[in-house]
């Protein structure tokens, strides 16, 4: 199991760093998705990441707190390190696991978005277009 744990602790930190903007971008995009198009499961699924996110970013804290406290002490014999990376990964193994069961969801809201009407891949162009709108109103 400790290999295990440590496996698959190394396999989140490919995407460790930019969890945060997945979890935002599929949030926006399921937003905008029709409702006929989105899985009820998704919501629930993005609520779980996000859980599970918060969760290994509390782990990976404390995890930092105390190794930047043992610098402050006589060193630790190499066994005591291993142990507390142990610790760690395992108390994350089950958040890691609901990132390996229920990411999939991110690619599939993306996918979807991608198959549907250009409005959602050009959301951040939406409030000038609304502007230019107002503008042109105001004209006539």
Do not use: C
Not at 36 to 49: F, M, S
Not at 86 to 115: C, F, M, P
């Amino acid at each position: 199991m400790v290999q295990r744990d440590s496996e698959t602790w190394r396999a989140f930190l490919s995407i460790r760093h930019s969890a945060h903007e997945l979890l935002a971008t599929a949030a926006v995009q399921l937003q905008h998705i029709n409702a006929g198009d989105v899985e009820p499961r998704w919501a629930w699924q993005l609520g779980e990441l996000t859980r599970a996110l918060e969760q290994l970013e509390t782990l990976q804290s404390r995890h930092v707190e105390v190794r930047e406290a043992r610098r402050s002490l006589p060193p630790v014999p190499q066994e005591q390190f291993v142990d507390s990376v142990a610790k760690r990964n395992e108390e994350a193994w089950s958040y890691l696991d609901t990132w390996a069961t229920q990411g999939r969801a991110l690619l599939d809201i993306h996918a979807v978005a991608l198959k549907a009407p250009p409005r959602i891949l050009s959301i951040a162009s939406a409030p000038a277009a609304a502007a230019a709108r107002r503008q042109a109103g105001r004209r006539g």
